[in-house]
């Protein structure tokens, strides 16, 4: 088992940013893949930005250079910076822990932190 806990979330007016923080514990060490995920109102659960067990990092379309993802494996801890943050980044935002097995993945999640950009 992975327990997973965000922090770092709030408003922020548009141009602004934030960092997200992401506290893992229990079995990390069987953690193969993670991520950040978020989730609008209305709207599916879509990735922000994953970072692969080869080291891969990848981001949503709509991060267009504004967002980094980091991992901090000493500590056990995950980031995500976001600058020139947009309305439409407004969000619950989402740790996310990956193990990977022969036929099947287990995900893991935080709780979710809020994220709301409006001036």
């Known amino acids: 088992q992975v327990q997973l806990v965000e922090s770092g979330g709030g408003q922020v007016q548009p141009g602004g940013s934030l960092r997200l923080s992401c506290a893992a514990s229990?079995?990390?060490?069987?953690?193969?893949?993670v991520g950040w995920y978020r989730q609008a109102p209305g709207k599916q659960r879509e990735l922000v930005a994953g970072?692969?067990?080869?080291?891969?990092?990848n981001y949503g379309d709509f991060v267009k250079g504004r967002f980094t993802i980091s991992r901090e494996n000493a500590k056990n801890m995950m980031y995500l910076q976001m600058n020139n943050m947009e309305p439409e980044d407004t969000a619950v935002y989402y740790c996310?822990?990956?193990?990977?097995?022969?036929?099947?993945?287990?995900?893991?999640w935080g709780q979710g932190t809020q994220v709301t950009v409006s001036s």
């Open positions: 996310n822990a990956r193990e990977d097995y022969a036929t099947y993945q287990q995900d893991y």
């Open positions: 229990g079995s990390i060490f069987s953690i193969n893949a």
């Open positions: 970072i692969s067990s080869g080291g891969t990092i």
